[in-house]
């Protein structure tokens, strides 16, 4: 079965600093990923995702993401946070051998401070 | 215009009473979901179907419906609404040859 660990509830960071939002993932072959983010009364919006081609993935608004195998990890980063990141974030992976289901992280929390 | 559109944006009922949540897409997509939404508990999916004639249920069915009515349309109901199906319900599309799936912008339902 696939599943997804996002290990951080919450995190909070200064405007101008690194980001980094951390995902495990659990499936038993190589998984579809995806990083979501949701903006305050708005709708779900894709930042990047990874379908087993280059393993750091450049996504909207300068974050990008690496899948790393041997650590089931796949880390959201951006080198320096804006005001306007300040949302919730989902890892989500994709079981492509059930109809290519999503499984949604419990999401994590990104406040911004000036 | 929005790709996926969900009505009502928000709605307040009470316990016991019916209530339908509807979808449309202009995407062209075969598939469509509904998921609810409870804080801390990210995304958990409720109905999919994969076209007009196939609908299944995903992990949290019970107490909801649904229905296709076309392959742009996929309506949820709430039966007999209880309190603990307050939450955010979204629909979702996608296409068989991509995994992305594609979310409207939510319904926030409050049962009293």
């Known amino acids: 079965a696939q599943s997804v660990t996002q290990l951080d509830s919450h995190v909070s960071v200064s405007e101008g600093t690194p980001v980094l939002l951390r995902c495990n993932y659990s499936?038993?072959?190589?998984?579809?990923l995806f990083w979501y983010v949701q903006h305050p009364n708005k709708g779900l919006q894709l930042l990047l995702k990874?379908?087993?081609?280059?393993?750091l993935v450049k996504g909207i608004n300068g974050f990008e993401a690496e899948f790393k195998k041997s650590e089931t990890s796949f880390h959201l980063t951006k080198p320096s946070a804006h005001m306007s990141d300040a949302a919730e974030y989902f890892c989500v992976v994709s079981d492509l051998y059930n109809f290519n289901k999503f499984y949604f992280g419990s999401g994590t929390k990104l406040n911004v401070k000036p | 215009d929005a790709d996926v559109t969900q009505t009502p944006r928000n709605r307040i009922t009470k316990t016991g009473k019916r209530i339908m949540l509807e979808c449309s897409q202009t995407?062209?997509?075969?598939?469509m979901y509904w998921y609810r939404q409870d804080p801390g508990l990210g995304l958990q999916l409720i109905y999919y179907?994969?076209?007009?004639?196939?609908?299944n249920k995903g992990e949290i069915s019970d107490g909801y419906s649904v229905s296709r009515q076309a392959q742009a349309k996929f309506s949820l109901s709430l039966e007999s609404a209880i309190p603990n199906q307050t939450a955010l319900y979204f629909c979702a599309t996608s296409d068989f040859a991509r995994d992305e799936q594609f979310f409207g912008p939510g319904t926030r339902l409050t049962v009293l």
């Open positions: 990874y379908t087993s081609a280059a393993t």
């Open positions: 499936s038993s072959y190589s998984p579809s």
């Open positions: 995407k062209g997509h075969d598939r």
């Open positions: 179907s994969f076209d007009v004639k196939d609908i």
